[in-house]
Nanobody
Framework: EVQLQASGGGLVQAGGSLRLSCATS????????LGWFRQAPEKEREGVSY????????YYSDSVKGRFAISRDNAKNTVYLQINSLKPDDTAVYYC????????????WGQGTLVTVSS
């Protein structure tokens, strides 16, 4: 059974930082692209970042570029999202997901972790 467990969310003041983690199991982690998405209240889900499974190439949405950093630890089957210089607009539920190749439809999703940024 494929499982993705996101954690690390919380309440933080604007300008602060958090590190989100997504522990996974049930699939060949090394062979999959890992992504982070977020959904703010009354907004559509947004793709935030992904990391390639071949050479570690990364992608960031314009709204987070320069502030967020994605990484993966293949030995721990875990993907991370370091989020810095947080803004109130970053308030959302953050989800991790995986797919066989970056750009393809994401097949498996975690349950989400809430990040709340106060001004």
């Amino acid at each position: 059974e494929v499982q993705l467990q996101a954690s690390g969310g919380g309440l933080v003041q604007a300008g602060g930082s958090l590190r989100l983690s997504c522990a996974t199991s049930g699939f060949s982690f090394d062979d999959y692209c890992l992504g982070w998405f977020r959904q703010a209240p009354e907004k559509e889900r947004e793709g935030v970042s992904y990391i390639d499974n071949y050479d570690g190439d990364t992608y960031y949405s314009d709204s987070v570029k320069g502030r967020f950093a994605i990484s993966r630890d293949n030995a721990k089957n875990t993907v991370y999202l370091q989020i810095n210089s947080l803004k109130p607009d970053d308030t959302a539920v953050y989800y991790c997901a995986t797919t066989v190749a970056c750009g393809a439809e994401y097949l498996y999703w975690g349950q989400g972790t809430l990040v709340t940024v106060s001004s």
